[in-house]
Nanobody, 124 residues
Framework: QLVESGGIMVQPGKSLRLSCAASERTGRYYDMAWFRQAPGKEREFVASIRRGGVSTHFLESVKGRFTVSRDNAKNTVYLQMNSLKPEDTALYYC???????????????????WGQGTRVTVSS
């Protein structure tokens, strides 16, 4: 139900936009999030956006560089990543959850649906 795209290799300081295409129901009625997993590390929360598209949350280290948005008409969620750093290198996953409380937003266990991931490599 979730298909990510847009991951490529880029140089540090560059920008990249990831997309997550969802089924109609998931795209409109679910809270959506982006997680990432670097080699040898646990999956970590990156950003989330409520189904209404207003409330967003971010990992502290990406605040001011990443933005998350959604187009419910297209059932698509975006992660705009600017000023990329080598430490942003990871496999990025899109996830969908329903009626998440604030304390659950950053916990991958509360997301019911996951995409297969798209790889982002930041390297000179």
């Amino acid at each position: 139900q979730l298909v990510e795209s847009g991951g490529i290799m880029v140089q540090p300081g560059k920008s990249l936009r990831l997309s997550c295409a969802a089924s109609e129901r998931t795209g409109r009625y679910y809270d959506m999030a982006w997680f990432r997993q670097a080699p040898g590390k646990e999956r970590e929360f990156v950003a989330s956006i409520r189904r209404g598209g207003v409330s967003t949350h971010f990992l502290e280290s990406v605040k001011g560089r990443f933005t998350v948005s959604r187009d419910n008409a297209k059932n698509t969620v975006y992660l705009q990543m600017n000023s990329l750093k080598p430490e942003d290198t990871a496999l990025y996953y899109c996830a969908a959850g329903v009626n998440l409380i604030l304390s659950s937003i950053r916990n991958p266990q509360y997301y019911a649906y996951w995409g297969q991931g798209t790889r982002v490599t930041v390297s000179s």
